[in-house]
Nanobody, 114 residues
Framework: QVQLVESGGGLVQAGGSLRLSCAASGFGFSGYAMSWVRQGPGKGLEWVSA????????TYADSVKGRFTISRDNAKRTLYLQMNSLKPEDAAVYYC???????WGQGTQVTVSS
């Protein structure tokens, strides 16, 4: 079955950086577009970024554009999200998800202190 396991979250000061990872198994990862989605405290789900199956096309929410970078390593079956210049409003649970089929991981918590 599809399994997505996020890691790399934690507590960081505003202006700092974190790199999230998502290890995929149970499906043909290299053939799937992938996304990162987040949910902040008391907020709804917010799409953050997406990447196509080969990694050549990426898109970002305006709120993270220029600060976050999505990437993938198909040989390692892993999706990444490099987050720089973090702001308190970036604090959320971050989920990786398959772009079209709606499979999600359990999420990893990111906390940003001001």
């Amino acid at each position: 079955q599809v399994q997505l396991v996020e890691s790399g979250g934690g507590l960081v000061q505003a202006g700092g950086s974190l790199r999230l990872s998502c290890a995929a198994s149970g499906f043909g990862f290299s053939g799937y577009a992938m996304s990162w989605v987040r949910q902040g405290p008391g907020k709804g789900l917010e799409w953050v970024s997406a990447i196509n199956s080969l990694g050549g096309t990426t898109t970002y929410a305006d709120s993270v554009k220029g600060r976050f970078t999505i990437s993938r390593d198909n040989a390692k079956r892993t999706l990444y999200l490099q987050m720089n210049s973090l702001k308190p409003e970036d604090a959320a649970v971050y989920y990786c998800a398959t772009y079209y089929s709606g499979d999600w991981g359990q999420g990893t918590q990111v906390t940003v202190s001001s």
